[in-house]
C-alpha cells in the first residue's frame, strides 16, 4: 500500500493515519523525497482502502502487490521525467542521447569528444572517471581531478554529466559536477550505495542493470534508492550474462518493453556494453529505440583503437555521427506509429 501524503499534513493526522495503518497489521514506514512525503504500508491482510482514503491529510491512497511499489506505474501512473536544466530533459515518448568515451582519459579526448557531440546535437556526455575494472591493473580512470576538468569544459560548451560512482565516499566530492549518477553493472546491488544515494544527494541516478540481474532486481535496487529519498532515477538495460560467448553480453530488448511497462521511470538503453562488439551497436540502437527506449547511452572515441578502456566496442566519430542520425530517424518512426 502507498499513501501520499498532503503537501500540508498535520503531524496528528500522520499520526491518526500510522495508527489506523498498524491497526489493520500493515507495517508503515515514512517516505519523504525531494518531491513528496509517502507511508508504505507493507502487510497481507486485505481491506478496503476506501476505509482509510478519506482520512485527513491523505491525498492518494494505492495498493501495490508487488515488493517495490514506488517504482510501480501501478501506482504512479504518470510518467516521471528527468528535468537537467537548460531545456534538457529525459522523458517518456522522448528520445535524449547520451555519448562519450568509456574512460576520461585527458583535456584533449574531453574537448574533442565535446564538439562531436555539439556537433551532432548532443547534450548530455558520458564518461567514467572511476572505473569498475574486471582487472585490478587495467586503467582504473582519472579520479575526482578527471571530473572537474571534464566539469569546466562540459560546462562552458552547455553539456550535462553522466558518470559512474562506485562507493558511497565519492558521492560527496562528485556531488558539484555531476548531472546524472551512474551506479554500474557491478553495483546494482550495492545496497549500500543505493541508500545513501537516497539519502544524501538530489542529483538522478541512473540504475544499470546487474551482470546476472532479473529485471526485477533492477526495480528493487530502484525502490531502495526511491524509498532512501530520492525519487529521481532512470533505469538502463546493458546486456546480461547468458550462456552465449559470441557477444560480450547478451542485451535483452525484452527488458527495454518489459521495464516500460512495469515502472514509470525512464528506461535507457546501454547498446555498446549489451552486445560488446562495435559493427552491432547501431543495429541494436536502433532496435531499442524501436523497443520503447527513452534514450540511448553507447561508447564514442575519436580513435577507439587507442582508448583505454572498452576500445572493441566504441564507435569512432564518423561511426557515431551516422548512428545518431540513424537514431533520429528510427524515433520519428517509432512516434509515426
Ligand atoms: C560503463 O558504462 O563504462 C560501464 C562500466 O558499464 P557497466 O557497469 O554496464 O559494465
Ligand atoms: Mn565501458
Known amino acids: 500500500m502507498i499513501i501520499q501524503f498532503e503537501q500540508d499534513i498535520k503531524e496528528s493526522q500522520k499520526e491518526a493515519i500510522i495508527n489506523r495503518i498498524k491497526g489493520l497489521k500493515y507495517k508503515p514506514t515514512e517516505v519523504k523525497t525531494q518531491k513528496g512525503d509517502y507511508l508504505i504500508g507493507i502487510g497481507k491482510r486485505n481491506f478496503d482502502i476506501r476505509s482509510i482514503g478519506h482520512m485527513d491529510g491523505i491525498k492518494d491512497i494505492h495498493i501495490v502487490s508487488e515488493d517495490y511499489k514506488l517504482v510501480s506505474k501501478k501506482w504512479k501512473v504518470k510518467a516521471t521525467t528527468i528535468d537537467l536544466g537548460d531545456g534538457i530533459v529525459i522523458e517518456d515518448g522522448g528520445f535524449q542521447i547520451m555519448a562519450g568515451p568509456c574512460s576520461i582519459e585527458g583535456e584533449d579526448q574531453i574537448r574533442k569528444t565535446i564538439a562531436h557531440l555539439k556537433e551532432n546535437g548532443v547534450s548530455i556526455m558520458r564518461g567514467g572517471v572511476f572505473k569498475p575494472r574486471s582487472s585490478p591493473y587495467a586503467f582504473r580512470g582519472m579520479g575526482i581531478e ?192
Open 146 to 337: 578527471g571530473l572537474e576538468l571534464w566539469y569546466q569544459l562540459a560546462k562552458e560548451a552547455g553539456i550535462k554529466i553522466v558518470t559512474e560512482v562506485m562507493q558511497v565516499s565519492q558521492i560527496e566530492e562528485m556531488d558539484p559536477y555531476v548531472d546524472i549518477y551512474q551506479v554500474g553493472a557491478r553495483n546494482t546491488q550495492n545496497f549500500n550505495l543505493l541508500d545513501e544515494l537516497g539519502k544524501n544527494t538530489d542529483k538522478p541516478v541512473m540504475i544499470k542493470r546487474g551482470i546476472s540481474g532479473t529485471i526485477d532486481e533492477l526495480l528493487y535496487s530502484a525502490e531502495y534508492v526511491f524509498s532512501a529519498g530520492n525519487e529521481r532515477l532512470l533505469l538502463c538495460e546493458r546486456g546480461i550474462r547468458t550462456y552465449e560467448k559470441a557477444t560480450r553480453n547478451t542485451m535483452d530488448l525484452n527488458a527495454v518493453a518489459v521495464l516500460k511497462e512495469k515502472t514509470h521511470l525512464p528506461v535507457i538503453a546501454d547498446p555498446s556494453h549489451g552486445i560488446g562488439i562495435r559493427d552491432f551497436v547501431e543495429p541494436i540502437a536502433l532496435a531499442s529505440i524501436m523497443a520503447g527506449a527513452d534514450g540511448v547511452i553507447y561508447e564514442t572515441h575519436e580513435k577507439p583503437e587507442e582508448a583505454y578502456s572498452d576500445g572493441q566496442q566504441t564507435l569512432n566519430f564518423p561511426e557515431s555521427a551516422k548512428l545518431i542520425d540513424r537514431m533520429k530517424k528510427t524515433f520519428a518512426l517509432r512516434e509515426s506509429f
